[in-house]
Every structure is written in structure tokens, then in C-alpha cells.
């Protein structure tokens, strides 16, 4: 990466995200948009994401920003783990919220959610075989999206796999910062290229950086990055 990044706060996006997901008719719309009912909405081509990363029913998966888990019950509705599926992030508000979304799927004994930083993480190394991140990573600076890929790189087994996927920096981003400064959505945010995306992970200790084929999301039409990154 080059250039310097503005400083982002992370437990202020988990802070802002929180009122946005617990605050009147606002509130409804983001916790159907951001649950596993409305991933056709903003997630429309997960699935062809997630075979990306080849997950069996023996990995250990992380969530990585799980938001309020709907990647993992997607995950853990087609897969049966046999250690449970693992979430966190910083908004103690989503998580509380993801909790009950996850018993009223019944997968409450399939997964866990807590609050934790994504550059703090707190499990032992080599934990996981699978980390995933959707749409997270825009709302760490560099310095902290450096230190969070070394914690996932951490937390991986040597040869567990890390998919991610965000917005993508590109000219036909405008309308996101557009629409940020219309709706107030989301908070700060830095994009980047999947060029960056992969110096970082080679910086970090990851090897093999293979870029995954998006398909084509239904909403922001905003160009996606998805890379594959082995340990």
C-alpha cells in the first residue's frame, strides 16, 4: 500500500452501525437487509464466494466483522460442523442481535458469536482452517488492516485459507461515496484496489493470493473485490 490513510476508529463504526441496527424503522430495514433472508439483497452471489473458499464440515471457521451472523448461519444451514462455527465483531449492539438471530434458526449449538477486535483477536494460533470477511475491511486503516491480517495469519493452521471480499476501489465506485454522503451510510470508509489488498496479504505472511470471480451483486451496483489468500 502507499500513500497515507486517514485514521478510522474502529469502536466508533461498531458504535454507529449498533444505532443504525437498534433505532426505529431504520433499525427493521437493517436487520432484515443485513440477515440471512436478505443476502439476495446485498450479498447476492455468496454462495459461488463461499465454494470459493472450500469449506467441509471439518474446518474451523471465523467470521471475521460476522456482523449479526448472517454468513455463518448461511454456512452452518448447508454444512454440518463438526466444531462449532466461530463469529465476532467490534459492536457488542450486532453481536446481541446475531445471537438471537442464530437461536431463532436454531444453530445456537452450531454457533458462537463475541465481541472482539478484528486486530485483537482473541484465540491461540493456528485455531482456524477458514477465515471470512464481507465487507469489513473498508472500515480499517492501513495500520489497521495490516494488523489485522497478521492476526489472521495467527489465528490460521499453516495452509488454512482466508477469503475476503469487499467494495473495490475503481472510478465506478462514485456512487458509494455518493450514496455515503446522502443516507449518512456507512461510516468512514477506505477502499482499495485488489492490487493493495494483495500487497498486504504478502506482507502479512500469506502466500498464493488468487483472485475470485465476484459475480454480479444486486445492491450498491459498486464493483466488489474478492481475493483468496492460503497461509
Known sequence: ??????????????????????????????????????????????????????????????????????????????????????GIDVSADLIRIGRREIARAGLQDRIGLQVASATRLPYED??????????????????????????????????????????????????LFWSARVSGLPPPFQLRTSAEFSQALLLTGFHRVVRVDTGVFLLPPVPRVALRATR
Open 1 to 86: 500500500m502507499s500513500g497515507k490513510s486517514r485514521r478510522i476508529d474502529e469502536t466508533v463504526v461498531g458504535n454507529r452501525y449498533g444505532e443504525w441496527f437498534t433505532r426505529g424503522l431504520r433499525g427493521i430495514g437493517m436487520r432484515y437487509v443485513f440477515s440471512r433472508r436478505g443476502l439476495w439483497v446485498i450479498n447476492t452471489p455468496y454462495r459461488r464466494l463461499l465454494r470459493a473458499a472450500a469449506v467441509t464440515e471439518q474446518d474451523r471457521v471465523l467470521d471475521l466483522g460476522c456482523g449479526i451472523g448472517n454468513i455463518l448461519i448461511a454456512l452452518a444451514e448447508r454444512i454440518d460442523f463438526i466444531h462449532p462455527a466461530t
Open 126 to 175: 493456528g485455531t482456524f482452517d477458514v477465515v471470512l470477511t464481507s465487507h469489513v475491511l473498508k472500515h480499517l486503516d492501513d495500520e489497521a488492516l495490516l494488523a489485522s491480517f497478521r492476526e489472521v495469519a495467527r489465528v490460521l493452521r499453516p495452509g488454512g485459507r482466508f477469503l475476503l471480499w469487499e467494495f473495490e476501489k475503481s472510478a465506478r465506485s462514485a456512487l
